[in-house]
T-cell receptor, first 114, second 113 residues
Framework: GAGVSQSPRYKVTKRGQDVALRCDPISGHVSLYWYRQALGQGPEFLTYFNYEAQQDKSGLPNDRFSAERPEGSISTLTIQRTEQRDSAMYRC????????????FGPGTRLTVL | QQQVKQSPQSLIVQKGGISIINCAYENTAFDYFPWYQQFPGKGPALLIAIRPDVSEKKEGRFTISFNKSAKQFSLHIMDSQPGDSATYFCAASKTGGGNKLTFGTGTQLKVEL
């Protein structure tokens, strides 16, 4: 079956622009996680959902970052007024059982803010 | 505050040798310790995981050793192969905490012929 997909795979934007990153989890997976991975580092937790409910957004760096999952499937991570320090790989993961078990990661979106 | 410390940063092993990667954690509430393998251009993929009720778990050539008192765990890759060349991340999470993973900084493994 299809794994976690993310789009776009690469996004280059200018400082101050808003960007929206999309995650399509494995079909039927209840939990969806967003992580950010800097070059040479491990992924860092941003936020997660069970179904459509955002359970924890403690990892979001500031209020320019937001995420939604309105129908409990596809999720969008939005960064407003992007800054150069937002440049990173943004990864999405999903798991079948709420808040437990294996997380399956997508290929990521490489965001570059000029 | 780095809650999961991983070493070494990079590792070169000869084909057939044993690769060992170590991690240490600080949060005693962690109760799930997975290892992820990541190839260039791909997302991390779960390799093997352990919970603190056992001290060792083996799956094929991959073994996790867990020392609860020392708050350390390690990955051993036996009979290392060139196809094992990848970046390995240890991680930790706590059940009831949403299973949000805290990752180590990664180890770049290269297995030479």
């Amino acid at each position: 079956g299809a794994g976690v997909s993310q789009s776009p795979r690469y996004k280059v934007t200018k400082r101050g622009q808003d960007v929206a990153l999309r995650c399509d989890p494995i079909s039927g997976h209840v939990s969806l996680y967003w992580y950010r991975q800097a070059l040479g580092q491990g992924p860092e937790f941003l936020t997660y959902f069970n179904y459509e409910a955002q359970q924890d957004k403690s990892g979001l760096p500031n209020d320019r970052f937001s995420a939604e999952r309105p129908e409990g499937s596809i999720s969008t991570l939005t960064i407003q007024r992007t800054e150069q320090r937002d440049s990173a790989m943004y990864r999405c993961a999903s798991s079948s059982i709420p808040s437990t078990d294996t997380q399956y990661f997508g290929p990521g979106t490489r965001l570059t803010v000029l | 505050q780095q809650q999961v410390k991983q070493s070494p940063q990079s590792l070169i092993v000869q084909k057939g040798g044993i690769s060992i990667i170590n991690c240490a954690y600080e949060n005693t509430a962690f109760d799930y310790f997975p290892w992820y393998q990541q190839f260039p251009g791909k997302g991390p993929a779960l390799l093997i995981a352990i919970r603190p009720d056992v001290s060792e778990k083996k799956e094929g050539r991959f073994t996790i050793s867990f020392n609860k008192s020392a708050k350390q765990f390690s990955l051993h890759i036996m009979d290392s192969q060139p196809g094992d060349s990848a970046t390995y991340f240890c991680a930790a999470s706590k059940t009831g905490g949403g299973n949000k993973l805290t990752f180590g900084t990664g180890t770049q493994l290269k297995v030479e012929l």
